[in-house]
Nanobody, 118 residues
């Protein structure tokens, strides 16, 4: 059974920082590309940051320079370090694990709420 369990969300003031974690089980973690998506109220889910199985990272323009994604294959965990948070970063953040070969595998966590407000 595949599980992706996010943690680390919460309420933070503008300019503050949070670190999200996503612990995976039931998958060969090191072979998966991992991503953090977010969905704000009334908006579509969008990619925030991603890291390939080889460690290559990709960021949405809106978070570049402020967010850092990383992974620890030994701990089967992916992290999202979020700095200089803005109210527009408020969303539910979802962890995603994806592998394309030999077929598409696509798994999602339950989400963790991040609220940036004074």
């Amino acid at each position: 059974q595949v599980q992706l369990v996010e943690s680390g969300g919460g309420l933070v003031q503008p300019g503050g920082s949070l670190r999200l974690s996503c612990a995976a089980s039931g998958i060969w973690f090191s072979t998966y590309d991992m991503g953090w998506y977010r969905q704000a109220p009334g908006k579509q889910r969008e990619l925030g940051a991603a890291i390939t199985s080889g460690g290559v990272t990709n960021y949405a323009d809106s978070v570049k320079g402020r967010f850092t994604i990383s992974r620890d294959n030994a701990k089967k965990t992916v992290y999202l370090e979020m700095n200089s948070l803005k109210p527009e970063d408020t969303a539910v953040y979802y962890c995603n694990a994806r592998r394309l070969l030999p077929k598409l595998y696509d798994h999602w966590g339950q989400g963790t709420q991040v609220t940036v407000s004074s």
